[in-house]
């Protein structure tokens, strides 16, 4: 069972707490804290697996957890830290928020990607030790790991992508110059599953090119297969576009190739700008007039034309020389780059619930949807330092401080930052 998309719930390790613990020991007085930190929550991460073809694991597990950090403990013992959930995937898949949209990783290469990461563990006593606090009897908990649901969308990586109706000939073409060996029969929708293959050239060249299954009018919108398979067309570097010339099915060649075209511009704007090579399959039971008024309007369109018969390979070594002297010249297989976090509207943030306990002077500021943007700062940043003072006062946070009594100069700690309070 081929499948190319899927949603699952991730949930990253929640940090260990820190511990709250005194030094004993005979003759030792006055031994002072010693409680050490809770170790790191285990972060999800994903690593690509060529074994793998199709998402249809991601059906009977939808949810991913890692493993807890473990609390600190007594005599300055730090809190283990959790190991990473390793989660495979296939060669590129595209992992999305399903929430926003916003492209997290393209996992097309071999370097693993973090996607949940978890929690830091929490402080123990010792940290808050001062010259006028020489007992603190409080710790800092661990903070909870990223939860997120994601949207997996597996988009093929090949260099050539075959397009075109149903039942044109894509199937036995692919058969004929690789060792694909898709279903073919006369009838349409054979191929209902992409199906790749290497074609080998001379000289030890090859590339790897796509049979897309075959595509109608109303593509975009999902009809037929519609863009369930279109997506695997957005990496191809080149496309081969094969018409059947013949129209045997009582079709008009030069309405097919209007039709497809429009349907991939609709899709995706870029596809319409994507090279293409255009191959009139099926000559031999089309009239001489029939294949020169379609290559007179092909080339009229600006695309190179290529009269073959796919079954004996007539024509079809001309296209395949053509098609390695263009992949010789285009830029590498498209890879999505991840867009970035975007900096939350202020004023959506302001119902946001925010609690604030003191202990001995130190005021702990907790918040989950604070603790979330605090993860996006980058504090060696000017402007997004800034970004993070702005939600702080505009949100309501430091009017909580003052309500709850924190004076100039006193301990703020909001997770992993801790600063002193100035007016």
Same mark, same amino acid.
């Given at each position: 069972?081929?499948?190319?998309?899927?949603?699952?719930?991730?949930?990253?390790?929640?940090?260990?707490?820190?511990?709250?613990?005194?030094?004993?020991?005979?003759?030792?007085?006055?031994?002072?804290?010693?409680?050490?930190?809770?170790?790191?929550?285990?972060?999800?991460?994903?690593?690509?697996?060529?074994?793998?073809?199709?998402?249809?694991?991601?059906?009977?597990?939808?949810k991913y957890t890692a493993q807890r950090g473990e609390n600190g403990r007594g005599n300055r013992c730090f809190g283990k830290s959790a190991p990473d959930l390793v989660v495979c995937v296939p060669r590129g898949t595209v992992v999305k928020d399903a929430e926003t949209g916003r492209v997290i990783a393209d996992m097309s290469g071999e370097e693993p990607q973090v996607i949940a990461r978890g929690g830091k563990g929490g402080w123990g006593n010792t940290h808050f030790a001062t010259p006028t606090r020489q007992t603190p009897r409080f710790s800092k908990p661990g903070t909870p790991g990223e939860e997120l649901e994601v949207q997996l969308e597996l988009k093929l990586l090949a260099d050539v992508g075959l397009v075109g109706f149903p039942n044109v000939g894509k199937s036995t073409l692919i058969s004929v110059v690789s060792e694909a060996k898709p279903n073919i029969a006369n009838y349409h929708f054979t191929t209902l599953t992409p199906v790749l293959g290497v074609v080998r050239m001379q000289e030890g060249k090859s590339f790897v090119m796509a049979d897309i299954p075959g595509l109608i009018e109303g593509a975009w919108e999902g009809v037929g297969l519609g863009h369930q398979f279109l997506r695997h067309v957005e990496r191809c570097r080149l496309l081969l576009h094969i018409v059947d010339v013949s129209g045997s099915e009582g079709r008009d060649p030069k309405e097919d190739f209007r039709i497809i075209n429009e349907e991939l511009r609709k899709f995706n704007p870029e596809l319409a700008e994507r090279p293409m090579l255009v191959a009139g399959n099926k000559c031999d039971i089309a009239s001489e007039e029939q294949v020169a008024e379609f290559e007179a309007f092909v080339k009229a369109e600006g695309y190179e034309f290529f009269p073959i018969m796919a079954p004996i390979r007539h024509g079809v070594e001309e296209l395949l020389n053509r098609t390695l002297?263009?992949?010789? %010249?285009?830029?590498? *297989?498209?890879?999505? =780059?991840? /867009?970035?976090?975007?900096?939350?509207?202020?004023?959506? @943030? %302001?119902?946001?619930? *925010?609690?604030?306990? =003191?202990? /001995?002077?130190?005021?702990?500021?907790?918040?989950?949807? @604070?603790?979330?943007?605090?993860?996006?700062?980058?504090?060696? /940043?000017?402007?997004?330092?800034?970004?993070f003072q702005r939600v702080l006062i505009q949100t309501g946070v430091i009017d909580a401080l003052r309500d709850a009594g924190v004076q100039e100069g006193d301990t703020v700690n909001l997770y992993d930052l801790e600063f002193d309070f100035v007016e």
């Open positions: 069972m081929f499948i190319d998309i899927a949603k699952i719930v991730l949930k990253a390790g929640d940090g260990g707490d820190g511990a709250v613990a005194f030094h004993r020991e005979k003759y030792v007085a006055s031994g002072g804290p010693d409680g050490g930190d809770g170790g790191r929550g285990g972060n999800i991460v994903f690593q690509v697996d060529d074994n793998l073809s199709t998402l249809a694991d991601f059906r009977y597990k939808r002297e263009l992949l010789s %010249k285009l830029p590498p *297989v498209k890879r999505f =780059e991840p /867009d970035p976090i975007p900096m939350q509207d202020v004023e959506e @943030l %302001k119902r946001g619930k *925010v609690e604030i306990t =003191e202990e /001995d002077g130190v005021y702990f500021v907790k918040a989950d949807w @604070l603790l979330k943007i605090l993860n996006t700062i980058n504090f060696d /940043d000017t402007d997004s330092a800034q970004y």
